[in-house]
T-cell receptor
Framework: EDQVTQSPEALRLQEGESSSLNCSYTVSGLRGLFWYRQDPGKGPEFLFTLYSAGEEKEKERLKATLTKKESFLHITAPKPEDSATYLCAVQAPGNTDKLIFGTGTRLQVFP | NAGVTQTPKFQVLKTGQSMTLQCAQDMNHEYMSWYRQDPGMGLRLIHYSVGAGITDQGEVPNGYNVSRSTTEDFPLRLLSAAPSQTSVYFC???????????FGSGTQLSVL
């Protein structure tokens, strides 16, 4: 069964304390893996797309990496404004219109 | 550009009532979709459309209807609301040449 699992469920960091979020997936023939950020009471906001193992994307304090079984979202020197839920999703095999989402990691960064 | 606009933001229904969740986008996107988000579960695709007049089922389509008469609008209809449909509903859109989904701010629906 195609599945996306994110860990940890929740993460509390002090400002400046770097860490990584994990997204492991089981899907036959990955076409694309996506990271979204979701603030409370709002819809998800696109961050990155990764397509092949070894690929990396960066945006400000965030860096996403991809292997054949998992993706990591590295957060370097986080700030309180990075607090949000981070969602991972993969494209369903054979249908680029369908995304399979993980349950997310709720990140809190406190001063 | 307003992006993706969803109305209403909050709605309470009684079991058996019907209603329509509205979704409109002003980016001329071909693709539109509806997701529901429940605690402890990932976003799940309900229905989607790749263009006006074309719709298809997602992962959890039962109890919902959609139509796409214009590029801009993609309403989601609940035919006979059930408590299991209590959820937060998100509409999303993207252009045909991009994988980047733009989401609306959601509709929180409670069915009593």
């Amino acid at each position: 069964e195609d599945q996306v699992t994110q860990s940890p469920e929740a993460l509390r960091l002090q400002e400046g304390e770097s860490s990584s979020l994990n997204c492991s997936y089981t899907v036959s023939g990955l076409r694309g893996l996506f990271w979204y950020r979701q603030d409370p009471g709002k819809g998800p906001e696109f961050l990155f797309t990764l397509y092949s193992a070894g690929e990396e994307k960066e945006k400000e304090r965030l860096k996403a990496t991809l292997t054949k079984k998992e993706s990591f979202l590295h957060i370097t020197a986080p700030k309180p404004e990075d607090s949000a839920t981070y969602l991972c999703a993969v494209q369903a095999p054979g249908n680029t219109d369908k995304l399979i989402f993980g349950t997310g990691t709720r990140l809190q960064v406190f001063p | 550009n307003a992006g993706v606009t969803q109305t209403p933001k909050f709605q309470v229904l009684k079991t058996g009532q019907s209603m329509t969740l509205q979704c409109a986008q002003d980016m001329n996107h071909e693709y539109m979709s509806w997701y529901r988000q429940d605690p402890g579960m990932g976003l799940r695709l309900i229905h989607y459309s790749v263009g006006a007049g074309i719709t298809d089922q997602g992962e959890v389509p039962n109890g919902y209807n959609v139509s796409r008469s214009t590029t801009e609008d993609f309403p989601l209809r609940l035919l006979s609301a059930a408590p299991s449909q209590t959820s937060v509903y998100f509409c999303a859109s993207r252009s045909g040449g991009s994988e980047k989904l733009f989401f609306g701010s959601g509709t929180q629906l409670s069915v009593l």
